[in-house]
């Protein structure tokens, strides 16, 4: 359905550029307006002004429905934390994760270290 209606979204758009291309300058903001074209009669500029009003509420439409359906399925969310959900009143830590990352390895020695304590003096030793 979403790709069905990006792709109808994107032909209205290529369209509607063709038509509002075509269509005479009547300013003549870059210079070119006036004189006799490709489409000069005055019928033929009615129907691009048409066509052009028409492809833009199909444009306006089809955008308005992607955006809907875009966050149809979007569910709030808080970074606060869930209603029903509530922390221990004694702060109890959380448990690091047990990825078994670099930085886990390391405390994990530095610990171990921590937890062997020396006999006596010892000589330092070279890695």
């Avoid at 003549?28 to 833009?56: D, K, P, Q, V």
């Avoid at 509420?57 to 709030?76: E, H, I, M």
Wanted: proline content about 7%; aromatic content about 6%; overall charge positive.
């Amino acid at each position: 359905m979403h790709t069905v209606v990006i792709v109808i979204h994107l032909m209205i758009v290529a369209v509607m550029i063709g038509a509002v291309l075509l269509q005479k300058s009547e300013g003549g903001g870059l210079g070119m307006g006036g004189g006799a074209g490709f489409m000069s009669s005055r019928g033929t500029a009615n129907l691009l002004t048409r066509t052009t009003a028409i492809l833009a509420v199909g444009f306006f439409l089809t955008s308005l429905f992607l955006s809907w359906y875009a966050g149809y399925d979007r569910k709030p969310s808080s970074i606060i934390g869930q209603p029903g959900q509530t922390q221990p009143a004694g702060g109890s830590p959380i448990a690091p994760p047990t990825s078994g990352g670099i930085l886990d390895s390391l405390k994990k020695a530095d610990e171990q270290q921590q937890n062997q304590a020396p006999a006596g003096p010892q000589v330092p030793r070279s890695q």
